[in-house]
């Protein structure tokens, strides 16, 4: 089981930086748009087929967590926000310490505008971060108190003030966190 966790771990820092990059080539890649449909077409089509793939093996395997992650990721990339959550959500359920699949589920439900269950989630990822992997999951981890602060500052501008100090504790760079700290304690 413990190789299993490290294997997941390195796949979602893989998918990570994987979709990190496609968003800087996305941005700075000029596209020729008499290609444009085409090329959406296959990619829809190639995700579909990824998809369809993963859930044949995830049907052969329900616990396969690396099929699962793999699988949330391509629901992820065809903006799929429900069928993404309910993986991460299935992810979460097989391996209840792992902290990126709350992060993820709480990406996934910013992004389908379910910012009730968005707050959830971030607040699970934050208290399931082992001390030991907080180095490595300063900027989720600052990106995740930010977004609870933003949500709080009206409702509960003390607690707010909390998590945005937290936040710009774990990456004092964010000009968001440091406008939001000046707004607040303001």
Not at 111 to 133: H, R
Not at 137 to 146: C, E, Q, V
Request: hydrophobic fraction near 35%; charge should be positive.
């Amino acid at each position: 089981m413990k190789m299993a966790k490290i294997n997941i771990k390195n796949l979602f820092l893989g998918l990570l930086f994987v979709g990190s990059a496609g968003l800087v080539h996305a941005q700075t890649t000029q596209v020729d748009s008499t290609k444009t449909t085409t090329n959406t077409a296959a990619t829809s089509q190639s995700g579909a087929t990824t998809i369809d793939g993963l859930k044949k093996q995830i049907e052969a395997n329900p616990k396969d967590t690396e099929s699962l992650a793999k699988l949330a990721a391509a629901y992820q990339e065809a903006s799929d926000w429900t069928n993404a959550i309910d993986t991460w959500k299935k992810i979460s359920a097989l391996l209840p310490d792992w902290a990126p699949s709350y992060y993820s589920q709480a990406y996934a439900y910013q992004a389908a505008k379910d910012d009730a269950n968005a707050k959830i989630a971030y607040e699970k990822y934050i208290a399931t971060v082992k001390p030991e992997e907080v180095e490595q999951n300063k900027k989720n981890l600052a990106y995740a108190y930010f977004y609870l602060a933003f949500t709080e500052q009206k409702s509960d501008p003390n607690k707010a003030k909390e998590h945005i100090a937290k936040s710009i504790q774990y990456d004092p760079s964010n000009q968001d966190a440091i406008k939001l700290s000046k707004t607040l304690n303001s």
